[in-house]
């Protein structure tokens, strides 16, 4: 009987924590000098992420790329960062 609770409550909390998860309506709505920590609040972990420049005692530079979504279609986003803030944001339609 204990296997089929801790079933159920592994149940419920995977679907709660995907109704908590991030909108990708909300990726147009990201601007130059946000936060990185925003952004993830904002619209989630990046499907992709790559590293620019990662050079010891230098900015990080690195790039999210987020791919289309049912609530953002179409649309590659990706986002660039310097020193952990948005530097650009290039949203290309993608079929």
């Known amino acids: ?6 079933f159920s409550a592994l149940v419920l909390l995977m679907a709660s924590a995907s109704l ?3 909108d990708a ?18 619209i ?3 499907d992709h992420e790559a590293f620019i420049r ?3 005692g230098q900015p ?3 790039s999210w790329t987020y791919f289309p979504h049912p609530r953002d279609a179409q649309t590659l986003t990706i986002i660039t960062f310097h020193a ?8 290309k339609i993608s079929r």
Do not use: N, Q, W, Y
């Open 1 to 6: 009987m204990s296997c089929i609770r801790l």
């Open 25 to 42: 309506g909300e990726r147009k709505f990201i601007r130059k000098g946000m936060a990185e920590g925003e952004v993830l609040h904002k």
């Open 20 to 22: 908590l998860a991030a």
């Open 44 to 46: 989630g972990k990046p």
């Open 84 to 91: 952990g803030t948005v530097s650009s944001v290039d949203r």
């Open 54 to 56: 990662a050079v010891k």
């Open 60 to 62: 990080e530079e690195k």
